[in-house]
């Protein structure tokens, strides 16, 4: 069975500094990886997803991840951190071998400081 | 184009009650999916239609089911209602499903309060 670990339920940074949210993975197979933002009262949008291509995989608004297989892990990262990333991320997983869902994380509520 | 839009936004049921919730995906999109959104849960898998047939299933009870019309359109239907049903219920939508790595689009969900 796959699932995906995101350490940290909260995590704050200051506005301008580097954006780090965790996660790592467990599965049997060559996953599919995606990294998903939902901003309140909204649903889901893709920020970026990993389909064992390039390992680097750079996504929407500056947010970029990168699979590491010794590690399993596909930690999101962002250079310099906007007020207007304030959201709760979720990390997902999926296997390449028909299974049609995601199994995603717990989520990691992102809270930027003036 | 078109997001993928789910109506009604905002539900208040009570325990015992019936209720069916509609999901029109994005034009073209064969895939639908269903997840329930809990706080103590999180995010959980409810099931998969493509071309009118359900393709997988999560953990759920039988109280909850689906259907996809030709249209791709979808609704689920969750039959004697207990409180922990309260929840936000999203629906997605992708060209072929996630096996090929299409994105998932996902609508704004509908808020269930069961009293």
């Known amino acids: 069975a796959q699932s995906v670990t995101q350490l940290g339920s909260h995590v704050s940074v200051s506005e301008g500094a580097l954006v780090l949210l965790r996660c790592n993975y467990s599965?049997?197979?060559?996953?599919?990886l995606f990294w998903y933002v939902q901003y309140p009262n909204q649903g889901l949008q893709l920020l970026l997803k990993?389909?064992?291509?390039?390992?680097l995989v750079k996504g929407i608004n500056g947010f970029e991840a990168e699979f590491k297989k010794s590690e399993t892990s596909f930690h999101l990262t962002k250079p310099s951190a906007h007020m207007s990333d304030a959201a709760e991320y979720f990390c997902?997983?999926?296997?390449?071998?028909?299974?049609?869902?995601?199994?995603f994380g717990t989520g990691t509520r992102l809270t930027i400081i003036p | 184009k078109a997001g993928v839009t789910q109506t009604p936004r905002y539900l208040i049921k009570t325990r015992g009650q019936q209720v069916t919730l509609s999901c029109s995906p994005i034009?073209?999109?064969?895939?639908v999916s269903w997840y329930q959104q809990t706080p103590g849960q999180g995010l959980q898998f409810l099931f998969e239609?493509?071309?009118?047939?359900?393709?997988n299933k999560g953990n759920f009870p039988g109280r909850f089911s689906g259907r996809q019309f030709s249209n791709s359109r979808s609704e689920m239907n969750v039959s004697t209602l207990e409180l922990g049903d309260s929840a936000l219920y999203l629906c997605?939508?992708?060209?072929?499903?996630?096996?090929?790595?299409?994105?998932?689009?996902f609508g704004p969900g509908t808020r269930l309060t069961v009293l």
């Open positions: 997605a939508s992708s060209l072929d499903g996630v096996a090929s790595a299409n994105e998932q689009f």
């Open positions: 599965s049997s197979v060559p996953p599919y």
């Open positions: 990993y389909t064992s291509a390039a390992t």
């Open positions: 997902a997983v999926s296997d390449n071998f028909g299974n049609e869902k995601l199994t």
């Open positions: 034009s073209g999109h064969r895939s």
């Open positions: 239609y493509f071309s009118e047939t359900q393709r």
